[in-house]
């Protein structure tokens, strides 16, 4: 197929929604905000280790994007490439579910360590299929529809969320032992992940340009660094996200500081994830369109403030009716960042590698998400979690107010004085 169509793009929609529905229907077991930080507590490990899942989970994606966007560099069967890629995650989420459900872990007394290991793999599996995803969907798009394409596709995975949930509030407040409900769930998530890699093969992409030019690893190169030299919207909207990261400590301490607060039982992690999608699906769906008519700056910024408004609920909290809110509000912000976070990397990148702006977003973002998960374990260890929300909170604070009054959104400024060939203001 030499060019992509509406019909092409509608019925690659199609299909993208059942996907994102399977992906977020096994992800419910398997959420940064909640399963994740409270399952590694129920096993044992420390809670340095507990809050700081979501950060590190951040810079371990980080860790693979741009060696993966190298070597993609040159690939002609995008579908193909894919596919492969995914298989990684799926072999991470079958182990998983094998290890908590067959062997049974309570005979080992360093469980939680076993699971760290397999979340480091999952993490860093994610990493490598992000880049090649982004390239995947850049080319089986039209650009005018993406936002709500996006928002569609993670109000579709929101909607999986919903239903995962409620089987993983089953799950965890059935009579089945510990850690086999959770192993349970694991294996839902292969399941789920399964089917949704499976639907990438009906996609319709766009054929790769004849007259496309082999890249070597010098011109690669030579392209990175004048994105990161020359690009100065780029690197404003760097400076925000850096501020934004702060928030990624606070998805795994969210559930630690709460249940400490208010002593609730585990089995809510499944009520987090209901509340949580739901807010999560409204709120992408919203600011895909929104994206589209006004810029995806808009929706970024409502990512922010969301995430804004959690830290507040979760500081002044008085009941579990406040706690719920705080999921919500996560929620809303990861609805809101998902399509925003998409759309802006390809609307930077105009007609230049995507594959290399997703990876240079993650790559520059790495070392001070790793600053504040060291810094908020830090005093997670001595029991300020008061203090630790605070710092969060400001940093986001700054970062929404270099967002707005800083950085340019780049669908409605023009950037053609930017070019991979020189470097501009």
Known sequence: MAELTLKDHN???KYNLVHEFCWGFGIAFHTLYAVVPLFLRELGAPESIAVSTAGLFSILIALP??????????????????????IIILMVAFAMGFTFTILDPEQIQTAWKVYFSYFILYSLSIGIIIPIWAEFLNQSTLKSERGKFF??????????GFAGG??????????????????????????????????FLFFRVKSPKKEHRHKTIKDFLTETKSIVV????????????ILFAAHLPGLGLYAIYCQDKFNFDVSQAGIFTILNVIASGFTSYVVGILGDKMGHKSGMMVAYLAHFIAIFLAIFSQNMLWVYAVFMAIGAGQGAFMPSAMNL??????????????ALVDTMLAPFVLIFIVGIGYMVRFGNYTLSLYIIGASLFLGMAILHFVVRDPKQSSEHAFNVDGFSS
């Open 65 to 86: 994007t741009l060696i993966i966007a190298t070597l993609g560099r040159n690939i002609r069967n995008i579908k193909k490439a894919v596919i492969l890629v995914h």
């Open 151 to 160: 928002g569609l596709g993670f109000a579709f995975n929101s909607v999986g």
């Open 166 to 199: 409620f089987i993983l509030r089953f799950l965890l407040s059935s009579n089945m032992p510990f850690p086999r409900n959770f192993g349970i769930g694991f294996f839902i998530l292969f399941i789920s992940l399964t089917i949704g890699t499976f639907l």
């Open 230 to 241: 020359g690009h100065k919207n780029f690197q404003k909207y760097i400076l925000s996200r």
């Open 345 to 358: 990397v390809f609307d930077f990148a105009e007609e230049r590698d995507t594959k290399t702006y997703m």
């Open 11 to 13: 019925h690659n929609l």
